[in-house]
Nanobody, 125 residues
Framework: QVQLVESGGGLAQPGGSLRLSCAASGSTLDGYGIGWFRQAPGKEREGVSYISRRNGWTGYGEFVKGRFTISRDNAKNTVYLQMNSLKPEDTAVYYC??????????????????WGQGTRVTVSS
């Protein structure tokens, strides 16, 4: 069983950047597909990005394409989400999630077995 801990959230100005980290313990992350999700107050949790466990295939929500980049460092057992050109609408709690089984739709929260506790991102001037 893998435990996930997110970090790197905080306050950023519009147009600024943050890098979120998802650190794993209890198991190596290279055996899992990793997704990033976010949930704003009063809204449903939505898929932000995904990186596969085998060939490193990546996926992004339309609302972050060209601004966010997901990557993984297996040596550090960590997955990152680099967020650039932040907008106020990116404000949310960001979660990472891990799936050992085959994922048919990475943007569906039910595809994942393990979740972190979340890190809050606020984009405001």
């Amino acid at each position: 069983q893998v435990q996930l801990v997110e970090s790197g959230g905080g306050l950023a100005q519009p147009g600024g950047s943050l890098r979120l980290s998802c650190a794993a313990s209890g198991s190596t992350l290279d055996g899992y597909g990793i997704g990033w999700f976010r949930q704003a107050p009063g809204k449903e949790r939505e898929g932000v990005s995904y990186i596969s466990r085998r060939n490193g295939w990546t996926g992004y929500g339309e609302f972050v394409k060209g601004r966010f980049t997901i990557s993984r460092d297996n040596a550090k057992n960590t997955v990152y989400l680099q967020m650039n050109s932040l907008k106020p609408e990116d404000t949310a709690v960001y979660y990472c999630a891990a799936a050992r089984r085959l994922i048919l739709n990475w943007a569906v929260p039910g595809s994942y077995e393990y979740w972190g506790q979340g890190t809050r991102v606020t984009v405001s001037s």
